[in-house]
């Protein structure tokens, strides 16, 4: 295995064994993502909008929040005791940092998603059957995009002041052509359209990804050298 | 560190530029009011066009050259790209707000309603707020090389952004009246709004020019007093 990569994998590694021995951000993630899906339940008219019209739209929002949410830790727990310094005077390229950082979110949202879904699924009767390859596979999709930015965008924002409140202002934007593109697969699928009727919007969520992985990767170099 | 020019004759450029593009200004006004015919459909709520375009025309360019400002920041790190961009972002975050507020007074007599979420529209609400997430990140940092380095991070990832959301909400749906100038056959306006359309459209780039260089000006000043300061 390259170096790098095993620097990488060594990174998410730490992260993530961090924090399955609290599991406190995990938990308060998830309970969060549980609250918003309650609250999109009580936020409109039941006889003017039917939960299958609601579904889409509350699963992505939620999803959107919640990886929001998460993604503030990453670089939070770095701070304290000048840990992100340490990890910087490791004989590591930047690249592997980043990409550790990465993969650790992508976990840590992920596993938020996987068991948000479940309830997702019961809150809004949503009939899965045939769609759930398709929705899976744009969950993990969006979920690669909200990642690539929000990890470096939360390297910047956690060197400032108000950090909690600057990610969100600053990631979201970039959440948009994912979520449109997400929120359109999610309707047309669960509404028992064929895939083949959505591939157009896949493959904006894959050039996005593609794309925006690339890019932080390459700018992450800027974000963390003196 | 890189020596930074004096601030006095960058300042007195950008107050004769923005003197010549607001005398300009007024000439649009003349030109868009007494000689170019009324729209036979909108009435004189087409009037708004010759500053709505022109607006948006500033705000666009004011947004590529701070993603081009922000490329070079990083290959070549001169501070002085990182006080252009600042100018640049903080000019067009003014354009947008220009375009933002003139497109629904002209939308509410042609289209009847204020706001409604066309691809276009939803586009350049989401010009305005990066310069806003932009300005924001620069105003939450403290430490000047810190702040470019982030800055021109987030400028360039702004700038790969828009097509994207360009193409997605496009995809959504648009309702936006069709490009008139920018189109692979001949414009479609008659002379005289082209006319009018392309002075005011040169007027804007000069207002653009004017404004940036001052601010560019008033960056530097600070600059170079704050550089004083840690020197003493």
């Known amino acids: 295995m390259p170096e790098a990569v095993r620097s990488a994998l060594a990174i998410a590694g730490k992260d993530l064994r961090l924090e399955f021995r609290t599991r406190t951000a995990l938990l308060s993630a998830f309970v969060f993502a549980v609250l918003t899906l309650l609250v999109f339940n009580f936020s409109r008219d039941q006889s003017l909008i039917s939960t299958a019209d609601l579904a889409p739209s509350a699963l992505w929002i939620t999803v959107a929040f919640g990886a929001v949410v998460a993604m503030n830790r990453a670089f939070i727990i770095e701070r304290e005791q000048g840990a992100f310094d340490a990890l910087l005077l490791a004989p590591v390229p930047r690249g592997a940092i980043y990409w550790g950082k990465f993969l650790a979110n992508l976990a840590f949202v992920g596993l938020v998603e996987a068991l948000t879904l479940p309830l997702f699924v019961l809150f809004f009767n949503v009939p899965l059957g045939r769609a759930l390859p398709g929705l899976l596979a744009t969950l993990v999709l969006a979920t690669i995009g909200f990642v690539a930015v929000g990890t470096i965008l939360s390297a910047m924002v956690v060197r400032t002041r108000f950090a909690e409140l600057m990610l969100p202002v600053l990631i979201l934007p970039f959440m948009v052509p994912p979520l449109i593109g997400a929120v359109q697969v999610t309707a047309r699928l669960l509404g028992g359209r064929p895939l083949t009727e959505v591939l157009g919007w896949l493959r904006l969520l894959v050039t996005y990804d593609v794309v925006f992985v690339t890019l932080c990767t390459l700018a992450f170099t800027a974000v963390v050298d003196e | ?232």
């Open chain 2, 1 to 232: 560190m890189t020596p930074l020019p004096s601030a006095g004759r960058v300042i007195r450029a950008g107050r004769l530029l923005t003197i010549l593009g607001l005398l300009g200004m007024a000439l649009v006004y003349v030109l868009a009011l007494q000689f170019t015919p009324v729209e036979a459909r909108q009435g004189m709520a087409q009037k708004i066009f010759y500053v709505h375009a022109p607006a948006a025309w500033g705000a666009l360019i004011a947004f590529i050259l701070v993603g081009v400002a922000s490329i070079l920041y990083l290959w070549l790190h001169d501070p002085r790209l990182d006080l252009f961009a600042e100018a640049s972002a903080e000019v067009g975050l003014a354009f947008s707000a220009v375009m933002l507020t003139t497109g629904p007074i002209w939308g509410k007599p042609v289209w009847g309603t204020w706001w409604t979420w066309d691809a276009r529209l939803t586009l350049t609400l989401f010009l305005f707020l990066l310069f806003l997430g932009y300005l924001t990140l620069r105003a939450a940092v403290r430490e000047p090389v810190e702040r470019a380095r982030f800055s021109a991070v987030l400028g360039i990832m702004a700038l790969v952004l828009v097509p994207f959301i360009h193409l997605s909400v496009y995809l959504f749906r648009t309702l936006h009246p069709q490009p008139i100038l920018l189109k692979p056959s001949r414009p479609s306006l008659p002379p005289e709004m082209l006319r009018t359309l392309l002075t005011s459209m040169g007027v804007y780039t000069l207002l653009y020019l004017g404004f940036v260089t001052l601010r560019y000006g008033i960056g530097l000043r600070r600059a170079v007093a704050l550089r004083e300061a840690d020197d003493a």
